[in-house]
């Protein structure tokens, strides 16, 4: 069986961790809008305000050894409402059921929660599947130029305002 494993990443690390998402998250524009694989889907304050938030736990992930993605966790044992703020896999690990296991890892580390947030575009098909279908979120809220996310600064290219907000309850 495939071996899974995370590593705590802390500040010196965030700079390539930030190159990652950048890129992997480029990829489906690139796909979706046939735009350029510039890497810029997210602003890096945007990324370096998610990791270096005081409530953050962000970790590479590991599969068989190789380095396989990461995630990037708001964790706020005061309201046990936690939220995951980046999920990536690189293309090659992509649709080995490895996700799953890993979003049910993720579940185990912290039990206490009572709610799980995430948010993800809405171009992103097999995210919203995975979501739902897979790891039991559901869609509460759609943030289009009808309904803007307060706090979000607007950009000209629909792909960075228009998304979804999951939430998953949990047994506690």
Known sequence: MTSIFFQALAEPDF???R????EVFSIAIA????LSRDGNFFEDDDIDGMLRDPK???YAIYVDGRRAGGVALHIDPESRRNRMDLFYFYPGFHNQGLGGRVW???EEMYPETVVWELFTPYFEKRNIHFYVNKCGFRIVEFFCRHHADPAVKQQPEPFHNEYFRFEKQMKV
């Open 104 to 106: 049910k890892m993720i």
């Open 31 to 34: 796909e979706h809008f046939g």
């Open 15 to 17: 700079h390539d961790f």
């Open 56 to 58: 953050s736990a962000v």
């Open 19 to 22: 190159n990652e998402v950048k």
